[in-house]
């Protein structure tokens, strides 16, 4: 649950701890499909407004992101990322994958409108 997620961690750096990025840390699950990541990506932006309502930087969060949903990902950033990467079949599907980053930037500013529109529904 992500809003947990953003309470625990919040609340660990309130308590003086340092969360980290660590660049050994591995994953060893199978990434998603397509559609499970679509959903998932939606379910996650609906719960960006309630978090967002819940410890501050709405306007500024809902604007950025409201906004950004609208245009496709900067492609040069985006290759500059794929040419970083040390995994050669990733940088044969360069297009593919530009693509799906813009998919999913759209079902994230969909997923953020509806879950305003449900907060504000509760405010009424």
């Not at 407004?49 to 245009?71: D, P, R, S, T």
């Not at 449900?118 to 009424?124: A, Q």
Request: hydrophobic share 45%.
């Amino acid at each position: 649950n992500l809003k947990s997620d953003v309470s625990w961690s919040t609340k660990a750096v309130k308590a003086g701890f340092n969360l980290s990025f660590s660049e050994d840390a591995k994953a060893i699950i199978q990434p998603r499909r397509l559609l499970p990541l679509i959903k998932k990506q939606f379910r996650v932006a609906m719960g960006q407004v309630a978090i967002w309502c819940e410890h501050g930087g709405f306007f500024g969060n809902f604007v950025k992101k409201g906004l950004l949903c609208f245009f496709p990902p900067n492609p040069g950033k985006f290759r500059k990322i794929i040419e970083q990467t040390e995994k050669e079949y990733i940088k044969h599907k360069i297009m593919r994958l530009y693509l799906i980053g813009y998919l999913l930037r759209v079902v994230n500013g969909t997923g953020l409108f509806v879950g305003l529109a449900k907060r504000v529904g509760r405010w009424l």
